[in-house]
């Protein structure tokens, strides 16, 4: 008898663990899919009170009608401040409306998920008829086959004359285009300084070479207070937000278009490894930097500059947005004192003074199976306009003071705060522009030199060393 | 009688098919196919080109693989001596009759294990921290400035400060797993020992430990398979850095297949940390035995 219990008890325990195994792959599933929103959904979403005027080829007649497919990474907790995800989805949504034969189906994923999806994808060969091409990823992509060629299509666009052309630039390989770049330009390197704090170090503005850096780093030291702050614990910080700008003071634009056509220039060419053994020296043997800059992130560090312990802050646009947005809420008087400054000029570079990398990351990309049927292509270069054309760039203007890929004349910045408008003069008109590293080339060459960087501004390994690595990488892989 | 309550063979098959397919399909399928990767060189799109050995030639000489192997070893040995051994010892304490509220001990020596890795890492990473850290704070408040530091930025120091998380994390698991153990020994036995004479020590080393030999080296087993695929707690305190300082295969793996989109050469190194994990375990295993049986001749 007891026996007899025990084994029914058995039994149930082992259909319950059972169920529970399937219970749980079967909630799962959906938990680790994209989560996928409703198009009605996405069009409530948007604030019809504040969209400019859809010019008229929003409602084109299309030949298609069906199903579109598009992933992004504009998710809605994303566009909450973010001007660039914000404006996407209310572009997106307008389109959606304007074609109601065409369901437009979205797959919203995080950028960190999204990237790590897309490349799944890629590998096996099942990309979503539009997404968002990094342009790092642009060669490989478009060697394989997976991209659409939209070079034809860019040119005839009816929005073909405002474009910024330069903005096309990491999309483009072969001198064929893959994509229509999206979102929004915002700079990777943008120096952060509280004006009244270093005006009690006895400058008028952030210093423009390093060696002012050095002598106020002395007053601030003694002060206790942070001369810069700077987080480079994911390691891509200081590629993207520090040597992408840097190298470019000694290398000039030149070699580093050289490097991504291949035509030539190296890694070891003396002038990047110069610049690498400034930003070795600038880490290592000066008390400029928070001394955790490679064991605390971006995220960290910017907060040293919000609550005053440090006195500047080097990061890219989504840090500015942050502090802006962290000031106006709880500082007001810290936030008036909002200073946007280049990088200093380090004493032995001879190029770009005032130079800053900026650019569009991401472009909208269409798979090269969507060209089976010419009239779906036309519905996803229709739609790959719309996204990135004027629509999205009035918007972004006229809400964020922030600007695309299709220029957008007489931006009225009035109705914007003081600090909004420096910044949006200090990106888009007072600085001269340079290319993000990482746009570029392939993040197999990036991943290998970020990491040694961490490393080198510990001083534990040789600039000639990091960029024999960073070449040897680049040889294999590219 | 036994026959009775013994079920059919088909009605055996028929339980097993579920489970089995669900592991084939998890784990089979993924190991097969990431060992036929491994010769392919793939770059994250449709093209694969077949490479033969090269992909095992690399791994060969890339001296970030077996620095990463190192730390493993490092975090296995650690691991060993911090989690097994210390939980052997707060099980003796428990076990003791002076301890009172030996169910709260229990429970509070568990909780650590149940909390993810992530909250894990922040937290430590918190204590570490060295604005706001605690390390550091308790250092100054005791007059010690000179030994603050940026403590995960210490290529050096490192490997050790990840992994005391880590066992500070496991001990209440294999503390759990000991006490089962011990429980399921006669309580006849220690107390005729402790009529002889013997003291706790003595009795934990003489008769405990021999008697649950069977269970540490479950243990071990656990831990050394634990280890050899740590990965997360690692990620979110330092990402391996600073530069290579506290990188562990299984992210040096994840790096080169995501981060570098080299699946084929990522899929090579999935399998070396799979060769070399049962290596290691079979390795200690044999070891093990071998100490063992020299004691009982």
Known sequence: ?478 | MLNSIKPKKSTILLYLLVPVAMFVFTVFVPLVTAFVYSFFEWKGGPVKTFTGLTNYVTLFHDSTFWEAFGHNIYLVVACIIGQIGIAFILVMMINSKLVKLKGMHRTFGFFPSTISAVCIGLIWNMIYHNQYGVLNWFLKSIGRDDLCKVWLNEPKLVMMLVSIPLIWQFIGYYMIIMLSAISSIDTEVFESAEIDGANGVQRAIYITLPLIKNTMLVCITLCIAGNMKAFDNIFVMTKGGPGTASMVMAMYGYQVSFNQSNMGYGSCISVGIFVLSLIVIGGSQALIKYITREKEA
């Open chain 1, 1 to 478: 008898m007891k026996k007899k219990l025990l084994s029914v008890l058995l039994c149930s325990v082992l259909t319950a663990s059972l169920l529970a195994g399937c219970g749980n792959s079967a909630a799962e599933a959906p938990a680790d899919e994209p989560q996928t929103e409703a198009p009605a959904e996405e069009a409530g979403g948007a604030d019809e009170s504040e969209e400019p005027a859809a010019p008229a080829e929003a409602s084109g007649d299309l030949a298609f009608a069906g199903e579109l497919e598009i992933m992004h990474y504009s998710t809605s907790e994303e566009s909450e401040g973010n001007g660039g995800s914000d404006g996407f989805r209310t572009v997106l949504a307008q389109w959606d409306e304007a074609h109601p034969d065409i369901t437009l189906t979205q797959n919203v994923l995080a950028n960190a998920e999204y990237k790590t999806q897309i490349a799944t994808l890629a590998a096996a060969n099942d990309l979503p008829d539009v997404f968002l091409l990094q342009g790092m990823n642009s060669i490989d992509w478009a060697s394989q086959g997976l991209v659409y060629d939209l070079t034809a299509d860019i040119e005839s666009s009816p929005y073909a004359a405002d474009y910024n052309q330069a903005y096309f630039a990491p999309f483009t390989v072969d001198g064929k285009i893959y994509g229509y770049p999206a979102l929004t330009g915002g700079t990777c390197t943008v120096v952060i300084y509280d004006k009244a704090m270093w005006k009690e170090a006895g400058f008028d503005a952030f210093p423009s070479t390093w060696e002012d850096v050095e002598k106020a780093a002395e007053y601030f030291n003694g002060q206790g207070i942070i001369p810069v702050a700077f987080g480079n614990g994911g390691k891509w910080q200081a590629n993207s937000d520090f040597l992408s700008t840097l190298g470019n003071r000694y290398t000039g634009p030149d070699w580093f278009m050289s490097l991504v056509a291949k035509g030539g220039a190296a890694f070891t060419d003396e002038e990047f490894v110069k610049a690498l053994a400034e930003t070795q020296r600038l880490f290592t043997e000066t008390e400029i930097f928070n001394e955790d800059f490679n064991a605390v992130t971006n995220e960290d560090a910017r907060e040293y500059y919000i609550s005053g312990d440090a006195a500047a802050f080097i990061g890219g646009n989504w840090d500015e947005s942050y502090i802006w947005a962290a000031l106006q809420a709880d500082n007001e008087e810290k936030f008036n004192n909002m200073g946007f400054a280049v990088l200093p000029q380090p004493a032995d570079a001879t190029q770009a003074p005032n130079s800053q990398n900026i650019g569009l990351g991401y472009a909208v990309a269409i798979n090269a199976k969507v060209a089976e049927d010419p009239d779906k292509l036309a519905a996803a270069i229709d739609l790959a306009e719309y996204i990135t054309g004027p629509a999205f760039a009035s918007y972004v203007a006229e809400n964020y003071a922030l600007g695309g890929l299709t220029k957008v004349a007489d931006v009225d910045l009035s109705g914007f705060d003081q600090i909004t408008q420096d910044f949006y003069n200090w990106s888009y008109v007072d600085t001269e522009t340079c290319e993000i590293y990482d746009s570029y080339i392939t993040n197999a060459v990036w991943d290998v030199l970020n990491t040694d960087l961490q490393t080198l501004m510990n001083g534990d390994i040789t600039p000639e060393e990091v960029a024999a690595n960073a070449q040897a990488a680049y040889e294999a892989n590219y």
